[in-house]
């Protein structure tokens, strides 16, 4: 009996150890269902980064497990794109569970009361706070990041001053927060060139004060992902949903469909 049970704790160990292997093997992109929030998960054999935390701890650190092996606690890079709840609001559940390594945020001062709270508790944790414009680049082993906002001649709200991030691997993803109308032209004046992308984040989860139809011409996306839950504000709006018609524009949503990764992104 003892044989037994040696021999099929060691199958177990192996089978263990091929399903491990392959998981840490492949690397993904993943738009979180988080609700109405935004959440995007990168995740290599080298790094893991996150863009913004969504509303809630408790729904996010329940997409981590569901997405990350049980041993990683460790958030290398995580981004902040503004100062809006529904889009850092799970962030003090995110340090008390995991090491976060580095918070990357936009170079703006905001006043919003809980925003300053959280850096006041990310500095007593002594987790370094770097704050990013446009021109500078986050670069890995095995793809970059560009900043395309907020930019340095002019004061923007909030939301306009969003962190945008281009990242290029083996595609290209545009992440806009919730860049509204100045934030989107800002894109369009200083960066024509670079915002073209295969996947992009729908900005302001599809509200059509952030529509612009010259910027969905160029953007030109294969795929465009709104992040979205139960609101009160009816995003996405009808407008942003006729425009991708129009433009034979592929859209998901993950009020609808879940969350929606791209494995070897």
Same mark, same amino acid.
């Given at each position: 009996?003892?044989?037994?049970?040696?021999?099929?704790?060691?199958?177990?160990?192996?089978?263990?150890?091929?399903?491990?292997?392959?998981?840490?093997?492949?690397? /993904?992109?993943? /738009?979180?269902?988080?609700?109405?929030?935004?959440?995007?998960?990168?995740?290599?054999?080298?790094?893991?980064?996150?863009?913004?935390?969504?509303?809630?701890? /408790?729904?996010?650190?329940?997409?981590?497990?569901?997405?990350?092996?049980?041993?990683?606690?460790?958030? +290398?890079?995580?981004?902040?794109?503004?100062? +809006?709840? +529904?889009?850092?609001?799970?962030?003090?559940?995110?340090?008390?569970?995991?090491?976060?390594?580095?918070?990357?945020?936009?170079?703006?001062?905001?006043?919003?009361?809980?925003?300053?709270?959280?850096?006041?508790?990310?500095?007593?944790?002594?987790?370094?706070?770097?704050?990013?414009?446009?021109?500078?680049?986050?670069?890995?082993?095995?793809?970059?990041?560009?900043?395309?906002?907020?930019?340095?001649?002019?004061?923007?709200?909030?939301? +306009?001053?969003?962190?945008?991030?281009?990242?290029?691997?083996?595609?290209?993803?545009?992440?806009?927060?919730?860049?509204?109308?100045?934030?989107?032209?800002?894109?369009?004046?200083?960066?024509?060139?670079?915002?073209?992308?295969?996947?992009?984040?729908?900005?302001?989860?599809?509200?059509?004060?952030?529509?612009?139809?010259?910027?969905?011409?160029?953007?030109?996306?294969?795929?465009?992902?709104?992040?979205?839950?139960?609101?009160?504000?009816?995003?996405?709006?009808?407008?942003?949903?006729?425009? /991708?018609?129009?433009?034979?524009?592929?859209?998901?949503?993950?009020?609808?469909?879940?969350?929606?990764?791209?494995?070897?992104?």
């Amino acid at each position: 009996m003892t044989n037994w049970i040696l021999i099929f704790l060691a199958v177990n160990i192996v089978i263990y150890s091929v399903i491990l292997s392959n998981f840490l093997s492949r690397s /993904f992109l993943n /738009f979180l269902n988080i609700g109405q929030g935004n959440s995007v998960l990168i995740f290599n054999r080298r790094n893991v980064f996150l863009y913004d935390t969504g509303p809630s701890g /408790f729904r996010l650190l329940k997409e981590l497990r569901n997405n990350l092996p049980p041993f990683q606690k460790t958030i +290398d890079v995580l981004f902040l794109s503004h100062p +809006d709840k +529904d889009h850092y609001g799970g962030t003090e559940e995110l340090i008390s569970r995991y090491k976060v390594r580095i918070v990357l945020i936009p170079f703006i001062e905001s006043k919003e009361s809980g925003w300053l709270q959280l850096l006041q508790k990310l500095q007593q944790n002594r987790i370094k706070i770097i704050k990013l414009r446009i021109g500078d680049i986050v670069k890995t082993k095995d793809f970059q990041i560009a900043i395309l906002n907020p930019p340095t001649n002019f004061k923007l709200n909030d939301n +306009d001053a969003s962190l945008v991030l281009k990242i290029q691997r083996k595609h290209s993803y545009l992440l806009t927060g919730d860049i509204e109308q100045r934030g989107v032209k800002n894109l369009i004046n200083c960066c024509r060139d670079l915002i073209k992308s295969e996947i992009i984040l729908v900005p302001h989860h599809g509200s059509k004060y952030s529509l612009n139809f010259l910027f969905w011409q160029l953007v030109n996306p294969s795929l465009a992902i709104i992040q979205v839950g139960k609101n009160n504000y009816g995003h996405p709006h009808r407008e942003v949903l006729e425009t /991708f018609h129009n433009l034979n524009i592929h859209f998901k949503r993950t009020d609808l469909d879940g969350e929606i990764k791209f494995i070897e992104f």
